[in-house]
């Protein structure tokens, strides 16, 4: 699934693994930062998951310092929406892991 993309600017997309009931997020942009906000309305209702974050450190920067990674956890559910902040050249991976 492609929940939002501009030709050229970004993309973020969402996948459902076959094996398990896990959920992968991506999301990529050009030089330019962004802030993007991401429904999980992708995810199973009534269900909550385990948000795996990875994403860029306040201080990435394609050209400057393009290793600047941060991680964070959360439980959501398909209810949230996530804002996704994007360093210049940067992006974000998010693994939903069902919560039993």
Not at 36 to 48: E, G, H, Q, Y
């Amino acid at each position: 699934r492609i929940p939002a993309a501009v030709i050229g600017d970004y993309v973020i997309t969402a996948r459902k693994d076959r094996a398990s009931g896990d959920w992968y997020v991506g999301a990529i942009t050009d030089e330019n930062a962004r802030e993007l906000a991401l429904s999980l309305s992708f995810l199973m209702p009534d269900r909550k998951y385990r948000a795996l974050v990875y994403k860029d450190s306040k201080d990435a920067d394609w050209q400057h310092n393009p290793a600047g990674i941060d991680y964070t956890e959360s439980i959501v559910d398909a209810s949230c929406r996530i804002n996704l902040e994007l360093a210049p050249g940067g992006g974000q991976a998010i693994r939903f892991i069902p919560v039993e």
